[in-house]
């Protein structure tokens, strides 16, 4: 996991970007399939993208399924569906996909996604 300060309560949508490895066009995706959702700073003309720590954390838990080979339908369905995973379901070579998985479900970012009909 990356370390950050802790006395910075928001990151701009290019540091995550630099922190990450990865473009602000893919984090710009990962906000319209729904798997991320940070903060819109409303006192600007464009609405800037705020991410805090957890969104971060969140952040690398996703890149990380993205690694193993998880793509973002995949994991935009494990994460409205919140599927009950049984180890002895998947092949020992999964297991560390569902920790990972896990990690989503129990993480404060989780509770910001989930749609309450």
Known sequence: MTILAKDMPFY?????????????????????????????AKHTKDGKRLFTLEEIEWLEIIRELIKLGVTIPV???????????????????DEKIIILIEKLYTHPVYKKLLIVP
């Open 12 to 40: 701009q949508i290019s540091q995550v970007s630099k922190l990450l490895g990865i473009t602000s066009d893919r984090l710009r995706t990962y906000e319209e399939e729904g798997i991320i959702k940070p903060y819109r």
């Open 75 to 93: 994991i935009r369905i494990l994460i409205s569906s919140k599927l009950k995973i049984g180890k002895a379901l998947v092949k020992e070579k």
